[in-house]
């Protein structure tokens, strides 16, 4: 049976305790894609990822790698829409790319 319990703590901090421990206290306030990042599958694909690149992949880095495949399929998927709907796709998936090689190269300087 889960267990969740919310406490939100004075001079702006707010931390969400969970069963799996705590997540998302920052200074300035909730975090809302640490809260995401810190879920267990998320930090599932996380451990999946670092077996198959041979490296640490953070969960952060896995909602880059997430977010680059689903707008390669969008991108890809065959389906009859509008010329823009796919540049639109299109640009959402370079966006996504570029994102996540500046996250990669943040991850390796830490």
Request: hydrophobic share 40%.
């Given at each position: 049976m889960m267990n969740n319990n919310f406490s939100l703590r004075t001079s702006?901090?707010?931390?969400?305790?969970?069963?799996?421990?705590?997540?998302?206290?920052?200074?300035?306030?909730?975090?809302?894609v640490e809260l995401i990042?810190?879920?267990?599958?998320?930090?599932?694909?996380s451990?999946?990822?670092s077996g198959l690149m041979e490296?640490?992949?953070s969960p952060r880095f896995t909602l880059h790698l997430i977010n680059v495949q689903m707008a390669?399929?969008?991108?890809?998927?065959?389906?009859?829409?509008?010329l823009f709907i796919r540049i639109l796709c299109l640009l959402w998936?370079?966006?996504?790319?570029?994102?996540?090689?500046?996250a990669y190269q943040k991850q390796g300087e830490k």
């Open positions: 702006n901090d707010i931390v969400l305790r969970t069963s799996n421990g705590t997540f998302a206290s920052t200074d300035n306030g909730f975090d809302p990042a810190n879920t267990k599958p998320i930090r599932t694909l451990e999946m990822y490296e640490y992949i390669a399929f969008f991108t890809i998927m065959p389906a009859e829409v509008s998936f370079a966006t996504s790319l570029c994102l996540a090689k500046r």
